[in-house]
């Protein structure tokens, strides 16, 4: 949901182009200091191919659709508002893509949201084999400020994600593509729509969230949503904290732990890729309320079960997108 002004006037693309204060253009070359490396472009992308769906994401509200060449990775379904601009843009694939997949759609840019999805040891691509074609690169400010974990590809985070490393992310793109007047709007939107939930949800130290975000099976350890990533600002802004304190970005943890945990909320995530049948959110619902033991959950016998996508946990735009769509079902608990 964006400010609903904005959606009505504009959509999302429009809204942040009729909304912007004129900003400079951008001057090529331009050198932009990402993750830790020095990128230069000497114009504007015109075949950008966007590997995540945040990085998609972005440059669908930037109103960029004519300058991507394709998209993959996509957990979720692309936004609503988002759907027209996104038709002509080949999905390769909603899972990992191969690199010869990439090359053949003859990018000029790739922008990436995950290090497994470009990053030192990702069986996608490393960064070095698009340079050392001349293509650019670019990869999500969040996904390069995590502590290094052996047991985990993405890595512990030891503060609390906030929207800042987004914000870096929307204004290095748009300068990139000589846009810097919407991403300019499009932060502004996000900032309002913030400070709006902070608002409205004062701080509650006893109340706590437990995002799940799925699992091979009942019998398997469940992925959740770690203690300082997205899933912890989402509960930080709706006044709470994460159930899970681990600093690990996606932990894992069986249901001995979970029930430990004790979370005043469950939030069962949708995911709409359909790897396994815990992805979707009423088969996490209809195991936490039928499982003999589980059942026994304080939450679940309440019934502050709540749905939120998956995307939102992961670190991108979605993420501000899950504090509104889990408000809008606390509005309608009864919370202790």
């Given at each position: 949901m964006l400010n609903q002004s904005l959606v009505a006037l504009c959509g999302v693309a429009a809204a942040v182009a009729?909304?912007?204060?004129?900003?400079?253009?951008?001057?090529?070359?331009?050198?932009?200091?990402?993750?830790?490396?020095?990128?230069?472009?000497?114009?504007?992308?015109?075949?950008?191919?966007?590997?995540?769906?945040?990085?998609?994401?972005?440059?669908?509200?930037?109103?960029?659709q004519d300058r991507m060449a394709a998209t993959a990775f996509w957990?979720?379904?692309?936004?609503?508002?988002?759907?027209?601009?996104?038709e002509g843009v080949e999905v390769l694939t909603v899972e990992f893509p191969t690199l010869e997949a990439v090359l053949s759609k003859q990018p000029d840019f790739v922008p990436a949201m995950l290090v497994t999805l470009m990053g030192p040891d990702s069986k996608v691509a490393k960064r070095d084999d698009f340079e050392s074609l001349g293509i650019p690169t670019y990869l999500s400010p969040s996904a390069c400020t995590t502590a290094d974990n052996a047991a985990d590809a993405y890595g512990n985070r030891d503060d609390l994600w906030t929207m800042d490393l987004l914000y870096q992310e929307i204004e290095d793109l748009a300068r990139i593509f000589d846009v810097a007047d919407r991403g300019t709007a499009l932060i502004e939107d996000f900032k309002a729509r913030e400070a709006a939930l902070r608002a409205e949800f004062a701080d509650r130290e006893d109340l706590t969230f437990l995002f799940w975000f799925s699992s091979p099976s009942p019998a398997d350890d469940a992925y959740l949503g770690g203690g300082n990533g997205p899933s912890g600002y989402i509960a930080d802004i709706l006044g709470g904290s994460n159930a899970v304190r681990t600093e690990a970005e996606w932990p894992t943890l069986g249901w001995e732990g979970i029930m430990a945990a004790d979370p005043t909320v469950f939030v069962a995530a949708q995911v709409d890729r359909n790897r396994w049948d815990l992805d979707r959110a009423e088969n996490k619902i209809a195991y936490l309320t039928t499982d003999p033991t589980v059942s026994r959950m304080e939450a679940v016998q309440a019934g502050r079960i709540v749905v939120m996508s998956g995307a939102a946990m992961n670190p991108s735009i979605r993420t501000l997108y899950g504090p509104e769509e889990v408000a809008a079902q606390l509005r309608a608990l009864d919370l202790p």
């Open positions: 009729c909304t912007a204060a004129q900003a400079e253009p951008t001057s090529y070359p331009l050198t932009i200091e990402n993750c830790g490396q020095s990128v230069t472009f000497t114009k504007a992308p015109e075949r950008a191919v966007a590997l995540g769906q945040n990085s998609a994401e972005i440059l669908l509200m930037l109103g960029l957990p979720n379904q692309v936004l609503p508002d988002l759907e027209a601009a996104h």
